[in-house]
């Protein structure tokens, strides 16, 4: 009996994201691997995903406002009671504070807005707001914590040119402020500001995106490398397929070829004999058999080579009288019943289904005792009941001692059943002089 071809499934690339950046959509960001569903689990949405940034965002600006109203708090509560403009000024952190869980793509108007907000306080606050004419107010720190949260948003999502814009208008303000505010001259105080309100972050950002980019094309490399790998399986197997086939055609076809000219050659001799007409039918049978096994090796071997099939090149269930008269006329009767309501099956189900049945059939005229065999289909819900009874020959003794030992054409009917998820069980019946072979293949209710 001819044996199935494996079948490899080539698992589709994933889409990944392009570029040294990240995806975005909606204005959120999407990483490559945030977007990509894992294995063995469903792909996760890319909304879900932007959701969930989305809060995040709002979060930080959230916790960044609440830090820079209690700053403002506390300032304000070391001086007399706060003037209206004032208020304003707390308005406009509030504001730019708020901004911070925008799109991405405004996060330069943001920090611009950032470094103006700070700059202003600063000069209201010295300017406007002194407690006496020897006594000016300390410059106050303000919307400190936008700035840090905004100098490390334009480093992380915006690209060079308007990240380095951003970055000049940050350390602009950052140098501003005291100057403006008309606190003394600090050198040591103005390189600190300028390090840290506005260029560490930024780094920290731009490292943050550069190291999103490694990643990503960590992942991409890896995908071309396992992409290369299948491709190169999927042609060593074509290659040893094609090996296979020919090894077949020369050796197998070759034979079974002989086997039915030489029969055909005796069947015309035989024809001119006087009382050879028994002889006559097992030598048509023979050559009938020969036909069929040439017929079915060069469907393999088309499949071996890779060639399309045509249509009704594999046969099925509906072949099941053929598969019957050419084993009536080698001597063997069978009967086929149908229980149920017949249903179509996969084309490959359907093909496994008939090989089993060609395969008990041959194992009963191989061992049986003749009579009849008989052929069960059964149909429901739950699946195909494939099921052969045959009388046992006296002359099977070691299949009556061991029903469980490894038979080829057994082991065969175990594995095709085992590709579609039943079950098998053979051996002899309780009164020891009937095989049967029962075979269940579960069907998808739908």
Request: charged fraction near 20%; hydrophobic fraction near 45%; aromatic fraction near 4%.
């Amino acid at each position: 009996m001819l044996h199935d071809q494996a079948l490899w499934v080539i698992m589709v690339a994933r889409p990944r994201s392009r570029g040294p950046l990240r995806r975005r959509t909606g204005g959120v960001p999407v990483s490559g691997s945030e977007g990509r569903g894992g294995r063995g689990a469903g792909p996760v949405r890319i909304r879900d995903v932007s959701g969930s940034l989305t809060r995040q965002a709002i979060m930080i600006a959230a916790v960044t406002l609440g830090v820079d109203v209690l700053a403002f708090a506390l300032f304000m509560g070391y001086g007399p009671a706060p003037a209206v403009w004032s208020w304003a000024v707390l308005a406009a952190i509030v504001v730019v504070d708020a901004a911070l869980a925008g799109a991405p793509r405004l996060s330069g108007v943001v920090a611009v807005a950032q470094a103006a907000v700070m700059v202003a306080g600063a000069v209201l606050f010295a300017h406007a707001g002194q407690a006496g004419p020897a006594e000016p107010r300390p410059v106050p720190l303000l919307n400190r914590a936008g700035m840090l949260i905004s100098a490390y948003r334009v480093g992380a999502w915006l690209n060079r040119a308007p990240a380095v814009v951003s970055l000049l208008c940050l350390t602009a303000g950052a140098v501003m402020r005291p100057i403006l505010g008309g606190a003394p001259f600090e050198q040591g105080r103005f390189l600190l500001n300028v390090l840290g309100d506005a260029l560490l972050p930024w780094l920290v950002g731009r490292y943050t995106t550069a190291r999103r980019a490694y990643i990503a094309e960590l992942e991409q490399r890896s995908e071309r490398e396992q992409a290369e790998a299948r491709q190169a399986m999927a042609a060593a197997i074509a290659e040893e397929r094609s090996n296979i086939a020919r090894d077949l055609h020369d050796v197998i076809s070759h034979h079974v070829s002989a086997i039915g000219m030489h029969a055909g050659v005796a069947r015309m001799r035989a024809t001119t004999t006087a009382g050879a007409q028994d002889l006559t039918a097992s030598l048509t049978a023979v050559e009938t058999s020969s036909r069929a096994a040439m017929l079915d090796l060069r469907r393999l071997l088309d499949v071996l080579h890779g060639n399309p099939a045509e249509e009704d090149s594999q046969p099925g269930l509906d072949n099941l009288p053929e598969l019957l008269d050419t084993l009536c006329a080698v001597g063997l009767r069978a009967r086929v019943s149908v229980h149920g309501v017949p249903s179509r099956l996969p084309e490959s189900l359907d093909i496994a289904a008939y090989r089993v049945v060609q395969e008990t059939l041959a194992n009963a005229l191989r061992h049986g005792a003749g009579g009849v065999a008989e052929v069960e289909l059964r149909y429901d819900r739950a699946g195909l009941t494939v099921t052969t009874s045959n009388p046992l020959g006296a002359n099977a003794p070691a299949i009556r001692a061991r029903p469980d030992s490894p038979h080829r054409g057994l082991q065969g009917i175990r594995n095709r059943v085992t590709m579609f998820a039943g079950s098998a069980s053979y051996g002899p019946a309780p009164d020891g002089n009937t095989w049967i072979t029962t075979v269940t293949f579960p069907l998808d209710p739908s």
